[in-house]
């Protein structure tokens, strides 16, 4: 099959298996990837570029087809069971998941399709099939991969399978293009994967200036029911080693353990739910701060809404990313955004999300009583806090996602024309 189509991009093919755009981001395998991919479709929309979402369905209730914004739709492929299944369970299903995908193309006209975008190792393998079939290019994006986590492994975190190193190797391999979040990224995969440099390219995701922006802090601890003064410290996202959060509530018993007047006027916040190896032990946290004698310091939230996840990033005095890898990380960039000085670990996309010195402060390494330092060196000085987040502002503020659709089209604009180069023209 040849394909028809050979101008500007006008349709796109985004294949989302293992979790849906339209999941609250925070609980089970919902995270930074269903922002990107939701926020990157309709950026794309917004631009006259039609883009259609395929994902597992994970409930009998929802709807085959849904159009969350114009331009953009969601379809639902049912593909295994609707509950009860991992991402370990995933690669058994996808056969059928690809099965159901090519039937949506193959109802309509040839070459209905300009380009494929993957998302995740998992969609990646299903993109490699439909790029054969459709005769369209693959652009890939990782978002995080196998040899990365296997090399910083979380205490307690299991480690990535030989069938998804494979599997990422494969789809390394097949695509036309492959995205990476940062530069980092980028030499991970030439140098970890061996990609061909040619094939990949940057381009930084980006965030919602819209819904992260400056807010008034007293207003927001007053909206959330938090202290309206004192120090907060933040943590937001998926409960699970990966990410840490355990490093956070240790860093704050240091914290305490160092200036015990800092107990009356400290609060520790941890927004999100558990997921992944963190579903074992889903009150492993609690626990913790128990031991560490700081359970009254401790509030414990679920996954909210954007809007006020913004609000709870205001509130805080600071932000604490202390993943051990982060393919870039939005939580420090939607912290930012919202003027909150960010402390981080120094690891993967966390270094270019994170300004250190400038936007935060990044630490290498996992040593809780390092990010006690870092956090009593922002807050027991409020000149160097307010300098932080006036950084934190400025950096976040050259991450819009208008630039992420802008250079992502222009990825798809060359993987079409390096499969579909046009004939150069001789003069006799």
Excluded at 106 to 124: K, P, Q
Aim: contains cysteine; hydrophobic residues 45%; glycine residues 8%.
């Amino acid at each position: 099959m040849t394909n028809a189509r050979r101008g500007p991009v006008s349709r796109v093919a985004m294949l989302s298996a293992h979790t849906s755009p339209m999941e609250q981001p925070g609980n089970g395998d919902a995270g930074g990837m269903n922002v990107y991919v939701l926020e990157l479709a309709r950026r794309l929309a917004a631009r006259d570029v039609a883009v259609e979402i395929f994902t597992r369905a994970t409930s009998s209730q929802l709807p085959p087809i849904m159009e969350p914004h114009p331009g953009v739709t969601v379809r639902h492929v049912a593909a295994g069971p609707y509950e009860a299944l991992t991402k370990g369970d995933l690669p058994a299903q996808l056969c059928t998941f690809v099965r159901d995908v090519l039937r949506v193309e193959a109802a309509r006209d040839s070459g209905y399709y300009d380009v494929i975008h993957s998302h995740y190792w998992l969609s990646g393998q299903v993109g490699t099939v439909a790029r054969e079939r459709w005769s369209v290019p693959l652009v890939h994006s990782m978002h995080t991969m196998a040899k990365v986590k296997n090399a910083s492994l979380a205490e307690g975190d299991a480690a990535e399978p030989i069938g998804r190193l494979l599997g990422e190797e494969q789809i390394v391999e097949l695509a036309d293009r492959l995205i990476a979040n940062t530069a980092d990224e980028a030499r991970q995969l030439v140098d970890m994967y061996a990609a061909d440099p040619a094939k990949v390219e940057v381009v930084h995701p980006g965030v919602d200036l819209a819904v992260f922006g400056p807010r008034d802090q007293a207003a927001s601890r007053a909206r959330l029911g938090l202290p309206h003064g004192g120090d907060i410290l933040l943590f937001a996202g998926r409960i699970q080693p990966l990410k840490a959060p355990d490093v956070l509530l240790k860093a704050a018993a240091a914290l305490v353990a160092a200036r015990l007047e800092r107990r009356a006027d400290l609060a520790v916040v941890i927004v999100g739910g558990p997921s992944g190896t963190g579903l074992e032990r889903p009150r492993a946290l609690e626990t913790l701060a128990a031991e560490l004698g700081i359970a009254d310091l401790i509030r414990f939230v679920p996954t909210v809404t954007q809007s006020q996840l913004a609000d709870y990033y205001a509130a805080a005095s600071l932000v604490c990313v202390p993943s051990y890898n982060e393919s870039f990380g939005l939580v420090a960039l939607e912290a930012q955004a919202c003027g909150t000085p960010v402390v981080a670990a120094a690891v993967g996309g966390l270094t270019t999300a994170v300004r250190d010195g400038v936007s935060g402060l990044l630490v290498p390494g996992h040593e809780p009583g390092d990010y006690a330092e870092a956090f009593e060196s922002i807050l027991s000085v409020p000149a160097r806090r307010a300098m932080l987040s006036r950084g934190a502002r400025t950096h976040a503020a050259s991450f819009g996602w208008d630039e992420t659709a802008e250079q992502t089209l222009e990825v798809y604009a060359r993987a079409l024309a390096k499969l579909y180069p046009v004939p150069s023209v001789v003069s006799l």
